[in-house]
């Protein structure tokens, strides 16, 4: 099953509402709706969207809400469209942080060529930050340690996560190899560690990859990203 996307709408205007429902619908991105900042802060502090579309000008601080999105942790790389109303300008929405504008009234052509383009830049980013669970073996070299096994818990394009504690000498730069299912060679990286939990888990950052094995986990993430059912989407 294919990873449904997920889009958040900022609005009290009923017409845009049924408008870009629909719309969505047909584009297969399910629709969460609030209608105020209040309430949209919360939704984004504990979900993760591929899309938020806000209404600029008819929800009160609906430009600081985009301007905060893009300053914030949490959807900051989310794409975003500004709903405009004759009040905010194409340029102003563009400088705060949108990606895409759509104009009151909006119609449902606009709104499908808009969202037909911002398709590719959901799925790039979907692909960026979505973290496939995987248990296998990664061999690292680190400090004094050569090829050492260790269990890996997910991966992604930019990174991977470590099933064990991290260690006193955990730091650093560090050398990887490993192999995917599927995949018929092994692939190599260059990385740094950068995070650990209380629940036993490393953070590696990849700093260098080879082309080749660069393509190989990308082609092999899209791929389990086309066949995740949605709970696996965005899993650190």
Known sequence: MAVMLKALLVTRDQEVLRVLRRVLETVTIELETVTS???AR????RRKFDAILIDCDD?????????ELRKGKSNAKSIVFAI????TSVNEAFS????FVLDKPVSADRAARSLRAAHGLILRERRRYHRHPLQTT???TYGSLRDVPVPMSNISEGGLA????RTSDMQGQVSMRFELPGCNRSLEAKGEFVWSTDTGHVGVRFTTIPPLSK???DSWLARQLDLAPPALAGVR
């Open 162 to 165: 470590l099933a064990t504690s």
């Open 96 to 99: 705060i942080g949108a990606n």
């Open 37 to 39: 900042t209040d309430a």
């Open 138 to 140: 990664v061999r690292l």
């Open 84 to 87: 405009t109303n004759r009040v």
């Open 42 to 45: 919360q939704t984004i502090e």
């Open 215 to 217: 393509s190989e986990l």
């Open 59 to 67: 929800v009160q601080s609906g430009c600081d809400l985009i301007r």
